[in-house]
C-alpha cells in the first residue's frame, strides 16, 4: 500500500519488510523533487539546526534518541524523515497512523529486536500522523521505545500535548517546527526555479507571481512549491516563458488557512477571537471570525461563543449585548450559511464595542464556591414554600414581608442563608449601563439589610446632582448606554418633586432605593 505517494509500506502481514521512501524521477511532484540532499540544504527551523542540536544528532545518526517532530502542514517535518533515511547505517520502517494498527506497529518491534539480537543495524520507526494513532496503538510502542529496540521518529500537525499520551512523550524529545518565513518561502521558490532538480530555468518568475505565490503560501513551502508548478504548467500550455501574476493567480487563488475544528488551531483561533472581542478591538475579532469561516467552522458553535461572551465579559455594562447574541444564534439557525457570517459579524462588531464588565462571571463563581464550601445552611423559615396543606403550621412563611406591599417595592427582609448575611457576590462597574445600576445596588442593600441611610452632604450642589433610579423608586440614569469614559451630565436635572421625595423621605429616616 502506499502513503501520500512518498514511500511503500510493506502488506500488513505481519512480516514486515523494510520499507524506502519511493526514487524520485523527473516526473515526481515538485516538493518532492526539491527535497533537500542534506541537513545544510534545510530552509528555516534555525532553532533546531544549531551544532550538536538533537534535530542534527538524529538526521547524521549520532544519537538513537526518539524524536516527535510538531509543525504545520509544509514546514519540512516529511523532508527531515528523509534525510533520516538517507542514513546508511540504520533501517529505516515508515508506517502511516492512517493506516497502520498495532499488529503492524508490534510486527515491526518483534523484528527489530530479533536483528539487534543478531548484530543487525538500529531500526528507526517513521509514524506520520501519529496523533492519529489510539491510545492502544501508542501504548505498544511504549516499551520498544523505553529500550531502544527503535528509534520512534514521529511527525504530528497536532499539539502532542494533546494527542500523544504523557508516557510517550516522556520518552521522547519533542521537536516544535515553525511555518516558514516569508523570506524562506521565497528562497525555496527562486531554488525551485533554477534548480536542475526543479525547473531548471525553463521559466522565469516576475516580482508580482513570487509574492503572490509567497502570500498564498502562508508559510507552507510544499503549497508554494505547488503553486509554482502549476503556474509553470501554465505558461508552457501558452507557450510563454514568463510567470507573471495573471498565470500565478489562475494556478491557484485561494490561500490555504490553518484551521483544524478538531486540532489546535482550533482552540487558538477561538481564543484569539474571544480575546480579541474582550478588548475590545473590532477589526481583530472581525478577522478571527473570517478565519473560522473560511476554514468551514459550524458557525453555530461561534454563536454559542459569542452567546457565552455576552454574559461572560459584556454582562450589566451592556444588557442587550446577551439579547443581541442570542437573536444572532438564531438567525444562523433559521438562515444558515452565508448569510448568516452578516449576522454573527453584526454580533461581534456589538461585543467587541460594548462596554465591558466581568461581574456577573465573578458573582456566580464567588456563590458556587461558597455553596462548594458547604456554606449556605437552611432556607430561613419565612421564605419556605407556604402554598401546601401544613405548611403554615410548620412554620413556613411566617413573617415573611410582601415587597409590593411597600411603596417602594422594597423592604427589610433577610433573604440569604444565616451564615452568609453580609456577602456581597454581585460589585458592579460604572462602566456603561452598569453605572446606573452600580448607583442603585449599595442602596438596595441597605433597605435590604436594614443598615443605616450614610449622611447625606448639606449643600444645594450636592442636592441638584442626585441622580435617583427609575427601577428602584426614582427618574432615569444618566446615559446609561454609554461607557464611564464617555458619559456626560444629563441634559436635565431630575424633576424637583422627585429629588424633594428622596430628600424628605431620607430625612424622615427612610431610606429611598
Given at each position: 500500500m ?6 511503500s509500506?510493506g ?6 519488510a ?5 526514487p524520485?524521477?523527473?516526473d515526481?511532484?515538485l516538493?518532492?523533487?526539491m ?13 533546531l ?11 547524521m ?7 516527535i517532530?510538531?509543525?504545520p502542514?509544509?514546514?519540512g ?7 533520516v ?6 533501517k529505516?520502517?515508515a508506517?502511516?497512523a492512517?493506516?497502520a494498527g498495532v499488529k ?17 543495524p ?24 523505553e529500550?531502544?529496540?527503535?528509534a520512534?521518529l ?13 508516557p510517550?512523550?516522556s520518552?521522547?524529545?519533542?521537536l516544535t ?5 516569508d523570506?524562506?518561502v521565497?528562497h525555496?521558490?527562486?531554488?525551485a ?7 531548471g ?8 507571481a513570487?509574492?503572490?505565490l ?7 513551502v510544499?503549497?508554494?512549491l505547488?503553486?509554482l508548478?502549476a503556474?509553470?504548467?501554465?505558461a ?7 510567470i507573471?501574476?495573471a ?10 488557512v490553518r ?15 474571544i ?8 477589526d ?10 473560511v476554514?468551514g467552522?459550524?458557525?453555530r ?6 452567546v ?10 451592556d ?11 438564531q ?5 444558515g ?6 449576522n ?9 464595542t ?10 456566580i ?5 461558597d455553596?462548594?464550601a458547604?456554606r449556605?445552611g ?7 414554600d407556604?402554598?401546601y ?13 410582601y ?7 422594597v ?8 451564615d ?20 442603585r ?10 443598615l443605616?441611610?450614610p ?30 469614559a ?19 423621605g431620607?430625612a ?6
Amino acid at each position: 500500500m502506499e502513503m501520500d505517494g512518498l514511500f511503500s509500506l510493506g502488506a500488513p502481514s505481519g512480516l514486515v519488510a523494510a520499507p524506502a521512501f519511493n526514487p524520485v524521477s523527473d516526473d515526481s511532484p515538485l516538493p518532492v523533487r526539491m527535497r533537500p540532499a542534506g541537513i545544510d540544504e534545510l530552509v528555516g527551523q534555525q532553532h533546531l539546526l544549531a551544532p550538536g542540536s538533537p534535530l542534527r544528532q538524529l538526521v547524521m545518526g549520532v544519537s538513537p534518541m526518539s524524536v516527535i517532530l510538531w509543525g504545520p502542514p509544509g514546514t519540512g517535518k516529511t523532508t527531515i524523515a528523509h534525510l533520516v533515511a538517507g542514513a546508511s547505517d540504520r533501517k529505516f520502517v515508515a508506517l502511516s497512523a492512517l493506516t497502520a494498527g498495532v499488529k503492524d506497529v508490534r510486527a515491526v518491534i518483534e523484528t527489530a529486536r530479533r536483528e539487534r539480537r543478531a548484530g543487525g543495524p538500529p531500526t528507526v520507526l517513521f509514524i506520520d500522523e501519529v496523533h492519529r494513532f489510539s491510545k492502544t496503538q501508542q501504548d505498544s510502542l511504549l516499551a520498544a521505545v523505553e529500550d531502544r529496540t527503535v528509534a520512534l521518529l514521529a511527525a504530528t500537525t497536532e499539539n502532542p500535548y494533546f494527542s500523544v499520551i504523557s508516557p510517550l512523550l516522556s520518552r521522547c524529545v519533542l521537536l516544535t517546527l515553525k511555518a516558514l518565513g516569508d523570506d524562506d518561502v521565497r528562497h525555496l521558490l527562486r531554488r525551485a526555479v533554477a534548480d536542475p532538480r526543479g525547473l531548471g530555468g525553463k521559466v522565469t518568475l516576475t516580482a508580482d507571481a513570487e509574492d503572490h505565490l509567497v502570500r498564498l503560501a502562508t508559510g507552507d513551502v510544499r503549497k508554494a512549491l505547488t503553486a509554482l508548478e502549476a503556474a509553470a504548467s501554465s505558461a508552457e500550455a501558452q507557450g510563454v516563458a514568463e510567470i507573471d501574476l495573471a498565470t500565478a493567480e489562475k494556478a491557484v487563488d485561494v490561500a490555504a488557512v490553518r484551521y483544524d475544528r478538531d486540532g489546535d488551531a482550533h482552540y487558538d483561533v477561538t481564543s484569539a477571537f474571544i480575546k480579541s472581542m474582550r478588548g475590545s478591538d473590532p477589526d481583530a475579532a472581525l478577522h478571527w471570525l473570517a478565519r473560522m469561516l473560511v476554514a468551514g467552522e459550524d458557525p453555530r458553535f461561534i454563536a454559542r461563543r459569542i452567546v457565552i461572551f455576552a454574559s461572560e465579559d459584556v454582562g450589566m455594562a451592556d444588557p442587550q449585548a446577551l439579547l443581541v447574541a442570542t437573536a444572532a444564534a438564531q438567525a444562523v439557525q433559521l438562515i444558515g450559511l452565508p448569510e448568516c457570517q452578516l449576522n454573527l459579524a453584526q454580533a461581534v462588531v456589538h461585543m467587541a464595542t460594548a462596554p465591558k464588565s466581568n461581574t456577573v462571571t465573578t458573582a456566580i463563581g464567588e456563590a458556587m464556591a461558597d455553596v462548594r464550601a458547604g456554606r449556605g445552611g437552611a432556607v430561613p423559615s419565612h421564605l419556605r414554600d407556604a402554598h401546601y396543606p401544613g405548611a403554615r403550621g410548620l412554620g413556613h412563611g411566617r413573617g415573611y414581608k410582601y415587597p409590593h406591599d411597600d411603596s417602594r417595592g422594597v423592604v427589610t427582609q433577610q433573604y440569604i442563608p444565616d451564615d452568609l448575611v453580609g456577602s456581597d457576590y454581585y460589585r458592579p462597574t460604572d462602566h456603561g449601563s452598569e453605572r446606573a445600576v452600580s448607583e442603585r445596588v449599595p442602596r438596595l442593600r441597605r433597605i435590604v439589610r436594614g443598615l443605616a441611610a450614610p449622611p447625606r452632604p448639606e449643600t444645594a450642589a450636592s442636592a441638584s446632582t442626585t441622580t435617583p433610579d427609575r427601577a428602584a423608586g426614582g427618574a432615569p440614569a444618566a446615559d446609561a448606554s454609554r461607557s464611564s469614559a464617555n458619559n456626560e451630565p444629563p441634559a436635565t436635572p431630575p424633576a424637583a418633586d422627585e429629588v424633594q421625595a428622596i430628600d424628605s423621605g431620607a430625612a424622615a429616616g427612610e431610606e429611598q432605593p
